[in-house]
């Protein structure tokens, strides 16, 4: 009685984690679709080291971002997302870069990697649908 018991308590727990895991899968496929992204999986760039100061978000949409006027040239942190890799360029277009791959959690203080200053655009994208392991 008490193995059926516990078995049926098992395949419930299965049976629920597979349906969670099934409708955030068919949210993000969704939000993909249709451009959105919650800010907890956009990037963020800041003008100020420490992540502060004037703030910008970049949707991990595989497209060049120029950063807006008062923000270009003038990046000094970066809070990157799990799944997301961002690329920093020095032009406006993505064609010269200045900093590849960067990752969860990101950095904020760029001074540390000698790039502050100096961004004009970014490229970041969604890395979970890569197949990287």
Known sequence: ???????T?????????ALVLEKASAAHHLERMTGRFPNSQQATVYSEERCKGKAYTIKPDGKCTLLPGDLTGKINGAMVPEGVVCDFYI????????????????????SELEIGNQAKSVHCYDDTERGEV
Not at 1 to 6: A, L
Not at 91 to 110: Q, V
């Open 9 to 17: 308590g098992a395949m419930f727990s299965v049976a629920v984690n």
């Open 91 to 110: 032009d406006k277009k993505c064609n010269e870069p200045l900093w590849i791959g960067m990752e969860d959690p990101g950095t904020c203080n760029f």
């Open 1 to 7: 009685m008490r193995f059926q018991v516990f078995a």
